[in-house]
């Protein structure tokens, strides 16, 4: 078993773009027709690079976290279940990074698929991202696929609370590092934003004394948020609707994702089996551009918000 905050190789680091696609009003026009050709039946996939707008980094994309810091470790799933240390760092980063993942709002992407949801073009969304934008924004039809950071589990007896209440109790058995946290607000500092409510500490600030609490129902289990962490397994039912909710479109709207993890691009590989249409606007290369009938090489932001204004206008 790898030790405490183990490096890993970070998978599928895909090619930044090359051919930057111009968006001009005939590529929006395609992209229109291709939500009027399958009305109802599109089913959008979603990653990191439609939260960058709200203020949260991504993993892979040009500015992405695996590119700019080439060092970041991100926690394991067997870590933070099996190793005090590991969560000890887990929690203490998270006691930072989760303030500002709390306070983060929908952005034009968000509203612009809930917008095509609300009119008929999706029938529903799968994404990756565990901020809880899309709900905020107002789509109804969401999976999760990898889980929401709104909550966490216990994991003896599966009692879930808000990770908002969960933070009133770190704060109540860490009052220095409330301290330290007021003190590096008051000077101006902010340490750097990872993504999923992560950051980066300075080296020299050790977590030997940061304190979490266990399970206030069966007082024996240690809390984990409810996402999916690397190494980790989407669970099963979830798994099973993601397909159910491929099987149920005619086409796929893939955007602001490099497909790089399995659980998602499993769906892209298994519409592409049955013969469906499926589209990816992405800014850098993706492991689905070969499955895909269309690929724009462009940001979510570029295309999805004016999309929707322009079917707005036509319907």
Known sequence: MPPPFAK?????????????????????????????????????????????????PDYRGPKGTYRVYGGYT?????????????????????????????????????????????????????????DGLHVQAGSKNVLELHGTLKNVRCLNCNHTESRADF?????????????YFQQMAQSGEEPARRPDGDVELPPTLKYDDFEYPTCDQCHLGHYMPTVVFFGGNVADHVRSRSFEMVDG?????????SLATFSAYRLVKHAREQGKDIMIVNLGETRGDKDATV??????EEVVPPVAASLDVSA
């Open 8 to 56: 890993v190789k970070i998978q599928g680091l895909y090619g930044l773009p090359k051919n930057h696609t111009h968006v001009t009003t005939a590529v929006l026009d395609s992209v229109a027709d291709y939500f009027r050709r399958h009305h109802g039946r599109v089913l959008g996939i979603t990653g990191a690079g439609v939260s960058v707008a709200s203020g949260i």
């Open 249 to 257: 479109a005619d086409a796929l709207f893939v955007c602001g994702t």
């Open 167 to 179: 933070q009133k109790r770190l704060e109540e058995l860490n009052p220095k590092w409330v301290t």
């Open 74 to 130: 991100p926690i394991l799933h067997h870590e933070l279940v099996l190793q005090h240390r590991s969560r000890q760092r887990y929690w203490a980063r998270s006691f930072f990074g989760i303030r500002p993942a709390f306070l983060a709002k929908p952005n034009s992407i968000h509203y612009a698929l809930a917008d095509l949801e609300h009119r008929g073009y999706l029938n529903g969304l799968v994404t990756q991202n565990v």
């Open 295 to 300: 690929k724009l090489e462009a940001s979510a």
